[in-house]
């Protein structure tokens, strides 16, 4: 009888696995042939097995998800009783623990892993991928202690085993977790670390090139994060020089250990990520078409990467690169353009909530800075008290505050602006950024011009200048020239006023920023006229109408469409969805 039981279960395996891989899968058959295993009592090793399969498919291919939860809890349990039969035990935990965490269930999902990373020690493969996996959970929670700690354990483990790129790749995941946690000074030492592993491996050269290109990518976030836009030009391009290699090479990961399996992310993921790291430093270094072009080719790349497979790692891109471009466009006097990318965040985070709960303080910041430029000042305050009411992130903190000092400044309020005083100031803030700090100094100078302490405002935008053209600032480099020229001019030293306001307007035009250009057209006609040259004093005055109607149309066209009334939402759930909310495709603020 047992015999003819074996041959029953053995024929439904092999016709169900006939239905999955038929070149038209027939899924519902396959299902149906795994579920009556069950009616011939298979030995528990089959039918461990039989639950696996059953979970992945039902997850795969329907709706299903309960019932592949419920199949999933099965093949763990029934598993971890039987001894050798590791790729059943811990897939069933590392599948199973997923779909927990994406039904936001990590208290469920922790204890497998914790289980499952007990009982792999003898499979390096699996120990090392169960314990990236629980070191991801707890990144995702923003419990970056215990994840650090999985992570050392993973480097130690991995060397021990001889699994020498798993143990870059271990060292490199706590790089990374150190600089999202912004511990800036212990980071250093682990990417040195990394650094001198990389360069003396001897191993797959595709490994070496794919183990640099994290490197790298984690080197050009270090210095960009501490504001150093010059100092991280040439990672950046050695950045952009290995991704072409890794593009043009064959995914080959061989290796002796079979530890050696891992990927950060796959290399058209890493594509995208060096466009957008590329935006960011083009954003802070102040050339706006740049960042606009590599934004554009990066959107459209994620586009085509959606319709194979929609990772949500896809949507976190998209959205940091509009978050970038919205600046770029305020930045060039496009309000309008900007409202409509701001929209289009708006709606990705309606799409996914996991979206809006990681980066809802950039979002108000966002509108805050929109409602700067259209002269909303009561909703840009309220927008980046918003942000300021959860200072989880330094340097973002510390660029609301800069900029509601600016919009505190341009509604004189003088009491509220001494408020903000230890938070702004450039001796003592708690962010570690070189483009914050000398962004604090110009916010000094400018309340120092307000009140006409020039002598003041002076000394500070000198310190900006030092610091702006250390780093090739060039944003920070022209707000401080015009300010400085329009400093001089109320001095009465027009030929000062006019060595500074030239080059200034230079600059913004190459950026291009339009309100430093219309400052400096309008300090422009005033020092021609001064000087009689006619002539021009009418082309600055030219300039000067044309900025201001451009910026005047632009100003009115944004006021009128629905999106505007987004800069009255300041707490609670996203605002009901606009009717012009656009698919998800593609004073001077600092």
């Known amino acids: 009888m047992a ?88 897939e069933a935990a590392s599948v199973l623990s997923e779909l927990y965490e994406q039904q936001q269930q990590s208290a469920l999902s922790k204890p497998i892993l914790r289980k499952a990373i007990e009982l792999s020690q003898h499979s390096v493969y699996w120990h090392c991928r169960l314990i990236f996996q629980l070191a991801q959970i707890h990144a995702t929670e923003k419990d970056y202690q215990p994840a650090s700690s999985l992570l050392s354990v993973g480097v130690d483990y991995a060397h021990i085993s001889n699994a020498y790129y798993t143990r870059v790749l271990f060292l490199l995941s706590k790089g990374m977790l150190l600089l999202i946690d912004k511990k800036i000074q212990e980071v250093q030492s682990i990417l040195s670390q990394a650094g001198h592993l990389i360069e003396s491996w001897t191993g797959a050269p595709y490994q070496k090139e794919y183990l640099k290109v994290y490197y790298l990518v ?69 050339y706006m078409e740049k960042a606009q072009k590599y934004t554009d080719k990066a959107l459209m790349q994620i586009e085509k990467l959606k319709i194979v497979d929609n990772k949500p790692i896809l949507s976190t891109f998209q959205l940091m690169l509009l978050e970038h471009i919205i600046m770029c466009h305020l930045v060039m006097g496009n309000k309008t353009q900007a409202l409509q990318e701001i929209s289009t965040v708006v709606s990705l985070c309606r799409q996914n909530p996991r979206l809006l709960e990681c980066h809802w303080p950039q979002l108000h910041t966002l509108l805050g800075l929109y409602s700067m430029n259209m002269n909303c000042m009561e909703a840009a305050e309220a927008q980046f008290m918003v942000t300021l009411n959860i200072p989880r992130d330094k340097e973002l903190w510390t660029f609301a505050n800069l900029n509601l000092a600016i919009v505190y400044l341009r509604t ?35 309340h120092a011009f307000f009140q006409c302490r020039y002598n003041e405002a002076k000394r500070y935008l000198r310190e900006t200048l030092k610091m702006a053209n250390s780093e090739d600032l060039n944003r920070l480099t022209s ?81 009128q469409m629905s999106e505007h009334s987004l800069i ?22 600092l």
């Open 479 to 559: 707000c401080s020239l015009v300010l400085l020229g329009h400093i001089f001019l109320s001095l009465g030293n027009s030929r000062e006023s006019m060595n500074m306001v030239t080059p200034a307007m230079q600059l913004a035009s190459k950026i291009p920023d339009v309100h430093v250009q219309l400052w400096a057209s309008a300090i422009l006609k005033d020092l021609y006229r001064i000087c009689n040259d006619m002539a021009n004093e009418n082309e600055a005055y030219q300039r000067h109408v044309h900025f201001s109607q451009m910026l005047l149309n632009d100003h009115f066209q944004a006021s």
């Open 568 to 589: 009255t939402w300041t707490q609670g759930n996203l605002p009901p969805q606009l009717p012009n909310e656009g698919p998800c495709t593609s004073g001077v603020m």
């Open 218 to 286: 984690l080197q050009v976030c270090h210095y960009l994060m501490s504001g150093q836009v010059k100092s991280v030009k040439p990672c950046l391009k050695q950045l952009q020089q290995s991704i072409q290699t890794i593009m043009g090479s064959d995914d080959i990961f061989t290796g002796p250990s079979a530890g050696d399996m891992f990927l950060w992310m796959p290399k058209e993921h890493l594509y995208v990520l060096v466009y957008l790291v590329t935006v960011m430093h083009s954003v802070q270094a102040g």
């Open 412 to 446: 004189k309020r003088e009491a509220d602006f001494n408020a903000l005083h230890d938070r702004i100031n450039p001796e003592a803030l708690p962010s570690h950024s070189h483009s914050l700090k000398a962004a604090a100094y110009y916010v000094q100078g400018l």
């Open 3 to 90: 015999s003819s039981q074996d041959a029953w279960y053995l024929s439904l395996l092999g016709l169900a696995e006939y239905f999955r891989t038929s070149s038209t899968p027939m899924i519902k058959q396959c299902i149906q042939c795994l579920q009556a295993v069950f009616n011939f009592k298979p030995p528990p090793r089959v039918e461990a097995r039989t639950h696996l399969q059953l979970g992945n498919i039902l997850l795969t291919h329907t709706k299903n998800i309960d019932l592949a939860k419920n199949h999933l809890e099965q093949a763990w349990h029934l598993s971890q009783v039987i001894n050798t039969f590791d790729d059943v035990k811990f």
